[in-house]
């Protein structure tokens, strides 16, 4: 039998690592099933690693199916913007009084939801910014600041992160971008273990 993705801590008597849809409770975090998230302390830190997100602003964090997410992974979300293109990016209006009005007809730049895709492994310390959108399969590399969108199976680090390499060649990326194994079945993923851990994408093809 597969384990089960309903389970908040998979691991018996070890309640660091856990499936993550069923830990959080912020409505505009997503999260797909199987998607682990592994903390150092208190697998309760991931919603504290999701800086600046106000509800007054609705960005969402969205995270796909199978995941693996490190500890100490940060998102900064869009509440962390100050103008940039003004003269100053001082908020003087949150501090109201006679600066109430400053943010009037102004607002704040937004720069969408972040999305994580399938599959993808996001290494210690990375920080990801405001609305970056990174691909199925991708790495990311320990301690990158993610600053653009990642490329489905590339691997990203630096800060600003940028291409390492691509896991595979662009024929087997095609592949398997279009395969989406992390949609089939459980069953059918549990028969394919072997598959999925190897490196013959052509198998998968045509498996059943
Ligand atoms: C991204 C990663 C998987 C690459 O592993 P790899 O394929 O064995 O790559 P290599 O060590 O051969 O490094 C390849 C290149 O990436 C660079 N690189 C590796 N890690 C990097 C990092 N964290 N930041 C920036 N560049 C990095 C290397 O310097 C090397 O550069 P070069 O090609 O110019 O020489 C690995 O470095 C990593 O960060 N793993 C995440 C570990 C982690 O955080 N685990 C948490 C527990 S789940």
Known sequence: MAPDKDVAFPLPGYDRLCFLKNII??????????????DFENAGNFEKNVKYHFDFIGDKLIIGKFCMIASDVTFIMNGGNHLVDAVS????????GDWRNAMDNKA??????????N????GYRTIIMPGVKI????????????TKDAEPYSIVGGNPAKQI?????DDKIQLLVGLKWWDWPVDKITRNLHQLTGD????????S
């Open 25 to 38: 409770r912020n409505p505009n975090i997503r999260v797909g099933d199987y998607t682990y998230y592994d």
């Open 89 to 96: 990016a001082y908020p003087f209006a949150i501090f109201g």
């Open 108 to 117: 704040y730049p937004v720069k969408g939801d972040t999305i994580i895709g």
């Open 119 to 122: 599959d993808v492994w996001i």
């Open 135 to 146: 691909g199925d399969g991708a790495i990311i590399a320990t301690n990158s600041t993610v």
């Open 165 to 169: 390499r691509k896991r595979f060649s």
């Open 200 to 207: 013959n994408i052509e198998d998968l093809i045509n498996c």
